[in-house]
């Protein structure tokens, strides 16, 4: 709709907007954990982010017509496994098992009745579920703490008995091995695991196992082992992966053949293993990713319509594509949509699920039928979209930075039909390092992107090398550069803005969280281009991240910074924290005190050293806030002071 109103003269970065902060956190309803279930497999399950009850994830179910809410408060349906969790529930017919964030507990739930519990409370944390229908139980990853809270957990792939009245939905224990809750250690020894996974015919289990120092993109190991009469597992065989190959994604298709991505290639491609399991083949190489960084359990970009039919989804040049996959001929062939981003995709009995979105659409549920045309919107993050004259639309650009490579980003012009700058002024620029560091920016509709647009900025969001995406090679730019090359394309891509005439390069910002926040932190600290910054939970001192971080990323540092040893005179030369006196830009914090993953003195120590020298810098602790915001006030009050801040800085509203 184009507005009748003359446009309000106003400095880039005043406009007034009507994407205010509260708008943000009431349209953040973030969606994940898609499955499929029912009697016949036509309910469609995944989880809501509930920002106005503390961020709880509940349980949804689309059910013919009609969606339903499974879970109520309190339960939050969060699994706590490597911290970041994922996975956090199964679905078996009309009954849903799932794990309770705040005692860790699995509960089994049948639509209309009360979660009742199948595990007792205790060290143990569970994800990454599989349902064992012919021993009447569940296998998942286990990871089990002990009374240090500082020692490392154990991690295995485990079976949690359903016991033998569980079959009738009474509740009641069974006795001896068939007590509800009873747990049997399947598989051990590795550091991590990863995708049980059971064969149709309920004889073999597939699963992935990774060790210290790597990270599972940087290698796995697939196994495959037979059950035997007692519901152990026989002596597992290696399938595939090692080192230097990272598998994701084992699944089982319709007739017994188990399928995986490798990237062996130096992409991400799908291969099934042979029927002598002796081997396995590719289905379809080609240069593009048919996996994401194991972040979370529980990823879905492939599945089965039938033996001799995959749909897929992969990523091409930063850009999801949804295709039809025929494994004995190769060909794939594009299956019409309009997202640009499929996050997680099911296949069920003549549909496809998917959570995806695009640059004008917010991630959304979506189910496409086979015989018919179009796309159904199930559910959608944000139910309050602005006005489309108001969304500013991404520019996919690719320009050059250091060492002859190539960098990324997608490029957010304001956008507001009813706000005009000066002529001839131009706008602030924003910068964003995304976290992970092995992760991946999309162009999926963000009402905090739009925040900053709608009101004048611009916004560049970085694939810095090191980004997923674009192949192995590109991933890997990242090893032994963390700090360095992540900095390096942010800091060309807003010269290169600059360069082109479309921001002002006085007013150069960078923001970051998490591993992003120690991007944003060397930017300021080791160059002169940005001239303020905002850091969300980020790492300022390398050498305390390792002290202070959980299992899943202990070793990390070793694969992005240097070996351990030589770690000490690396992380001192390129910790932020060791060298403040370099950084003169004013800087604004945000910290959850109850992060586990970048502990709150990692951002305590840059606000003292920074007032101590007379720097601008305001700082923000939030109680209950752990590595990511969830809770409405404070997404609100978070995403206020940061403009407020800009604001101040850089004086636009007396501009």
Known sequence: MTSTVAPTIAAYGAWPSTISAARVAAGAVPLSSLLLGGTDGSDIFWLAGRAAEAGRNTLLRYHGVATQELTPAPFNIRSRVHEYGGGAYAVDGETVYFTHFKDNVVYRMVAGEAPFAVTQPGKQRFADFAIDRARNRLIAVRELHGDDEHAQPTNTICAISLGTAMRDGTGAAGSGNDVAGAETVLAQGADFYSS?????????????????????????????????????????????????????????????????????????????????????????????EFASPHWTFGNSMYGFRSASEIICTYIDKGVSRLARLLPGSGKLEAIANPYEEIRELRVGNGYIAMLAGGPAIPMELARIDFTEEGVEILAQSIDDLPDEANLSIPASISYPSANGRTSHAFYYPPRNQDAQAPQGSKPPLIVIGHGGPTGMTVNTLNLKTQFWTSRGFGVLDVNYGGSTGFGRAYRDLLKGQWGIVDVEDCVNGAKALVERGLVDGERLIIRGSSAGGLTTLSALTFHDVFKAGASYYGVSDLKGLDQDSHKFESHYNEYLIAPKAQADAVYAQRSPINHTDKLSRPMIFFQGLDDKVVPPQQSQMMVDALKKRGITVDYMELEGEGHGFRKAENIIRTLEAELDFYQRIFGLNNA
Do not use: K
């Open 196 to 288: 049980p996974r059971v064969s149709p015919d309920g004889r073999s289990l597939a699963w992935l196992s990774w060790d210290h120092p790597r990270m599972p993109w940087q290698g796995t190991t697939l196994w495959l082992a037979e059950f035997n009469d007692d519901g152990t597992l026989a002596a597992p065989v290696r399938i595939a992966g090692g080192d230097e190959e990272s598998i994701c994604q084992p699944e089982w298709s319709p007739d017994n053949l188990l399928h995986f991505v490798s990237d062996r290639s130096g992409w991400w491609n799908l291969y099934r293993l042979c029927r002598d399991r002796q081997r396995s083949e590719g289905l379809c190489p080609m240069e593009a």
